[in-house]
């Protein structure tokens, strides 16, 4: 029997154009463009692999801003609530999320999520896990010790950040640029809402409820090593308390979405490696969809039973 003919290129990019629209933009592509991407796309193809002249193809379309522009429209105009906060209802009992650093990007994630009830100590700081570790071993303490508050001059501060107040001299030391960028706690309004955000921690961390510590940070050779020792003193001095550490991954995912990997587990504990469309832009991630990813996997750490 004969072999059957291959589908001619042309026609496997028509496609692939054509599915790429309807589904990020919702309509038929314009026949001048689907003509000129034909073209682009086939030189691609002659110098790469096809995987990866589609796969490139599809995330131009996806991160254009009508796409970006239709997916929020279809969530109403609320962000990401409406996508996140059901997978916590839908919990077996309740758990609260907290933001557990590294920086505030954890915090307006979880915010826009639904998730964040309350303010806590690391929502609007850039803090390395190691320091968020001495944080937990001794309840808070060295964190509010004003000593070692530095204010950040103005002309030091990067250009156009409305953050970059102060900066927690011993912590820096250690573990590297620990940053105060929502309050001043040189000044007595901003010791006072740190003070307050301690106090709602240690509450939670002393509750007999589930609860969430959601952790984003960059990988480094340390980030292993520093997810055990928290897994260690959260089992020691915290009840119900689940860790999930997701380290951000250098370089693109292979394909058009964000790609997570459990790299280890620690009893309800959880170390994620993940390979990000975007980077943290102020309290958030550019891409929209690289929060959905996040918080759904840090979500889907498992259930925990109250001692």
Known sequence: MAATDPV???????????????????????????TAFVEELGRRATTQSLTDVVTDFIKIIYTSPEAQTRL?????????EPIIAPGLAAR??????????????????????????????????????????????????????????????????????NGYLCRHRRFSDLYGETIFHHYDPTEQAGHASL??????????????HGKLLMQVTDETT???????????????????AILVTIVMVDGPPSGPFPEMELAQTRGAHRFIRCHTLSRPKGIGFADMLDEVVLLRGALAAPQITSM
């Open 8 to 34: 001619p290129l042309r026609n496997v990019l028509e496609t692939v154009i054509r599915a790429t629209h309807h589904s990020f933009l919702g309509r038929e592509v314009d026949p001048a463009w689907m």
């Open 72 to 80: 929020l429209a279809a969530l109403g105009g609320r962000g990401i």
């Open 92 to 161: 077996p009992s309740p758990l609260s999320c907290i933001a557990f650093g590294c920086t505030p990007s954890t915090a307006g994630m979880l915010r826009r999520g639904g998730l964040r009830k309350w303010a806590g100590p690391f929502d609007w700081m850039t803090i390395p896990p190691a320091a968020v570790r001495d944080c937990v071993v001794d309840d808070f303490a060295s964190l509010l010790i004003t000593s070692e508050f530095e204010p950040i001059p103005p002309n030091e501060r990067p250009k156009g950040s």
């Open 195 to 208: 003070e307050r955000a301690v106090l709602r921690a240690r509450e939670a961390m002393r509750g007999l």
């Open 222 to 240: 340390e980030s292993q090593q520093s997810f055990n020792e928290t897994c260690d003193m959260l089992d020691r001095l915290a009840r119900g």
